[in-house]
């Protein structure tokens, strides 16, 4: 059987990155690397995201870093401030190129994607299968594709991008939605019963630029893992590195919450 804690994730960013927004009202300085992120909570798995703040291609030397990781997840379009190469598809090339020299790089990720226009203008359903085709075929080995799907995007049409994806990880924005989050996931579940599902795990209420309340923590990872019991998720994605170091509340809650219930088998 598989342990809890080998299905939890980092959302991982370059360090500053969630600074330089300065409605999140995040405390402190931010300096922990993602690697140091997943040491940090135990965890041996890394969706390495791109922000303004980098990484900047080429990615050898992040790739490197992080090669003795079990998995990592790369994004091909990064958070919504990054527009490199968008024409055509992103960072996938070099992500691909990455892939083909790491075994542990076992896909893509498309963030910050769904709630722009502008973005699901360029990414058509149809640009999106061809760089699904690229990581099935591209690097000597299938690569997955993953999107990002928030809270705030569930009353959009985006039901035919949602179906280009292996996988669909689900983040709730607003910290009083949360309680809304079993509602939420069977909404999306039933409406694409063929895919796979994570969960983005946010220990900060970035929606409204607060801590979120012991409650509303509790709530959130209670409620990933019995959906992991059910086997209705495959895991979760704590965000971030770039809030782990700077005195959150919610943050210590989650370690000690691992250490509790990391080593049970799902």
């Known amino acids: 059987m598989t342990k809890l804690i080998d299905c939890v994730w980092l959302w991982g960013q370059t360090p500053g990155s969630h600074h330089a927004t300065a409605g999140y009202h995040l405390p402190g300085v931010n300096k922990m690397t993602p690697l140091e992120g997943c040491d940090f909570f135990g965890i041996r798995n890394c969706c390495r995201v791109a922000m303004t703040k980098g990484p900047f291609p080429p990615f050898d030397g992040e790739a490197e870093s992080m090669k003795d990781l079990a998995r990592v997840i790369w994004s091909a379009v990064g958070a919504g401030g990054v527009h490199r190469n968008e024409e055509q598809f992103g960072d996938l090339e070099e992500v691909l190129r990455q892939a083909k020299k790491y075994p542990n ?128 998720l495959e895991g979760f994605i704590l965000c971030s590195n770039c809030i782990a170091d700077v005195g959150i509340a919610a943050v210590d809650q989650t370690r000690e919450w691992l250490k509790i219930h990391g080593q049970e088998e799902i």
């Open 105 to 232: 790089i076992v896909g893509a990720i498309m963030d910050d994607f769904l709630l722009s226009d502008a973005r699901r203008a360029n990414f058509t359903p149809a640009k999106l299968q061809v760089m699904k085709d690229h990581l099935r075929n591209d690097a000597g080995r299938p690569l997955e594709f993953w999107t990002v799907y928030y809270d705030r995007e569930l009353q959009l049409p985006v039901k035919a991008y949602l179906e280009m994806f292996d996988v669909i990880t689900f983040w709730n924005w607003y910290g009083e939605n949360l309680f809304k989050l079993r509602e939420n996931l069977d909404h999306i579940m039933e409406q694409t019963p063929e895919k796979r599902f994570m969960a983005g795990c946010y220990m900060w209420d970035y929606g409204n630029g607060k801590p979120l309340t012991p409650e509303q923590m509790g709530f959130q990872l209670e409620v990933y893992r019995e959906y992991m019991k059910a086997g209705k």
